[in-house]
């Protein structure tokens, strides 16, 4: 039946699973089953690196089986509702009722509606307190874990942080308690009572809310005792020893990032007030030189492919970094394969790294200035030197660079029209400048977001600015930049931006309007041909929940539905960098 389905859809082999590396074993035999998803198509979750960390761990545990699910592109969906099929794993065809633990990698607020288009082709009630022992225990993990309540409904517990090490510790308990739970002897809460004694564990279900008249929540607490008020967010203290996947799945067909991610550091040594990233993977580590070449020739090895991407929140601060590239390239110089970086710092380009930068890839660079005035840069604390940055460029535009990638926001605290005309201005001197090494004006390509001001950053009490006035700006930055044809401005759509914002932002009451919104056909949130905003508003609106609530400014003393989350890096601090930027604005 299924064989028959793959004859009528496109990309059949992202659903047949058996790639090169992949794990497949007696899914009978093993006494613990993990399903492991990502809330996106194939193509996007195999290109997401923790994903393929916990499922070469996992496997790596003698008997547990962890399997994958992916989203069914809209035509399998199609067929599997049609059939009345469940949507089945990909090593061994199995439904995800017969998993023990399934775990989903939450990256994006617009994958939420995905999460239970999944859950609901796999046969599982969507609501935790719908399901009993006959069905898996539903985790989730990932980045939008530091503010989980708008998915709290649906979830059994979360895991805060990087789970190399507790993922072991979850599975070491459930093994313990697999036999009672199973057999009925073991209740589904005294079982999560036990969870909750996890670092990093939070159980939705064991905690309470209320909310006072304003709709400020009033009271956050715990149910037992035995329950911790804050959950400490896990980290891995010593990269180098920490597992990596060095049996990198080979996909059949075409993803995003088809290539091998080479993490060489986690967390960010800059203070960024905008950045939500940097507390996610806080505190910062590096990983030797000598471990980074071990893996990218072990990992070249067992997968023969052309491209190596080194990975990171600001890679080109490692200290490193030039030994790494010399070393690199030396190794890899007679095979045809190709190094590149994300994002680079201006004072990155020079000396040896420059040149060795420019033979990484000559056709583009990308910088992320993120405000086109030094007023605003300060004020996010943004650590970006202009001059320095015009020197660095110009060298960069004689060693043979043509194109250039520059990411600004727009919704800024203390934004001005000549903020806005800042963007422009800025953009058409990287352009221009190229000129001065007697070559043509380079391409520019500028990609403009919208500020959300995140859960855990210094922004966290400001509000966002509403639709209207995004969609105000975004025009405005439009019709400025018509007289500059080497400028290509692309923005990020507005009111997905705005979803984005209010689901970040948001605390247990949006649960029921995204379960609304999910049940009147929203999904796929992140794509612009599947995003239909007015789902969600309908779904606001029928349930009298006023979006607005979560874009407006919080008071700094209220209690925020993301406070119980400790990230390492304290409250005060993060109120000491809101007192600097009221005082800049």
């Known amino acids: 039946m299924y064989e028959d389905l793959l004859l009528k859809v496109n990309k059949p082999a992202q659903y047949i699973g058996q790639e090169f590396n992949s794990v497949k074993k007696d899914f009978t035999a093993a006494n613990i089953k993990f399903a492991i998803s990502f809330a996106d198509l194939y193509e996007v979750g195999m290109s997401n690196l923790g994903l393929r960390i916990i499922y070469g761990l996992l496997n790596s545990v003698p008997d547990v089986a962890c399997e994958r699910f ?14 009345n099929l469940p949507l089945l794993s990909l090593e061994s065809q199995r439904k995800m009722a017969e998993f023990d633990l399934a775990g989903f990698s939450l990256g994006s607020e617009l994958d939420y509606t995905n999460v239970l ?9 969507l609501r935790s307190t719908e399901r009993d022992h006959r069905y898996p225990l539903i985790i989730g993990g990932g980045p939008c874990t530091l503010n989980p309540e708008p998915m709290h409904a ?3 517990f979360f895991f805060i942080g990087e789970a190399e090490e507790a993922a072991l510790e979850i599975i070491d308990l459930y093994r313990k308690y697999k036999d009672e739970y199973k057999a009925g002897r073991l209740s589904k809460e005294e079982l999560l ?4 004694q996890i670092e990093g564990v939070y159980v939705p279900s064991l905690y309470e809310v209320s909310y006072d008249s304003q709709g400020k929540i009033g009271k956050f607490q715990p149910k037992f005792s035995s329950v911790p008020a804050k959950i400490k967010k896990r980290f891995v203290k010593d990269l180098n020893s920490a597992y990596y996947p060095k049996d990198w799945l080979l996909p059949y067909v075409q993803i995003i990032h088809d290539r091998i991610s080479l993490e060489i550091m986690r967390g960010c040594p800059n203070r960024c007030r905008f950045c939500q990233a940097r507390q996610q993977y806080f505190p910062l580590r590096l990983r030797d030189a000598e471990n980074v070449l071990n893996l990218a020739e072990e990992l070249y090895c ?15 601060e490692h200290p490193q970094l030039e030994k790494i590239l010399k070393e690199l390239m030396g190794l890899f110089d007679t095979k045809a394969v190709s190094l590149s970086l994300p994002s680079v710092k201006a004072r990155s380009l020079v000396g040896d790294v420059s040149s060795l930068i420019a033979k990484v890839k000559k056709t583009g660079l990308t910088f992320a200035p993120e405000a086109g005035s030094e007023r605003l840069r300060d004020i996010l604390a943004k650590d970006f030197n202009s001059a320095e940055f015009f020197k660095s460029l110009e060298q960069a535009y004689t060693a043979g660079y043509q194109h250039v990638k520059l990411y600004f926001m727009i919704g800024l605290p203390g934004e001005k029209e000549e903020d806005l005309d800042a963007i422009i201005e800025f953009s058409r001197k990287v352009s221009d400048l190229r000129r001065n090494s007697g070559k043509p004006a380079a391409g520019v390509n500028v990609s403009i977001n919208t500020l959300i001001p995140k859960p855990h950053t210094a922004l966290q009490w400001f509000p966002m600015q509403d639709l209207e006035e995004i969609k105000r700006k975004q025009e405005y930055l439009r019709e400025k930049a018509k007289k500059y044809r080497r400028l290509n401005l692309s923005f990020h759509n507005c009111a997905m931006s705005v979803l984005e ?24 949130d992140a794509w612009s041909n599947y995003f239909y905003f007015d789902k969600w508003l309908a779904a606001f609106n029928d349930l009298k929940i006023e979006p607005q609530f979560y874009m407006s400014q919080k008071d700094t003393g209220e209690t925020l539905p993301w406070d119980f989350i400790d990230t390492g890096v304290a409250k005060e601090a993060l109120l000491s960098e809101f007192d600097k930027v009221i005082a800049r604005q």
């Open 154 to 156: 649906f979830f059994d």
């Open 302 to 316: 067992r997968t023969g492919y052309d491209e190596i991407s080194l990975g990171g929140l600001s890679v080109s």
């Open 193 to 196: 009572l036990k969870f909750a």
């Open 70 to 83: 992916f989203s069914p592109n809209q035509d399998m969906e199609d067929l599997l509702r049609l059939e």
């Open 501 to 524: 914002g209010v689901l970040s932002r948001g605390d247990r009451r949006l649960s029921e309007v995204i379960y609304a919104a999910f049940k009147s056909g929203a999904k796929f």
């Open 117 to 125: 288009n999944i859950l609901e082709l796999g046969g599982i009630p």
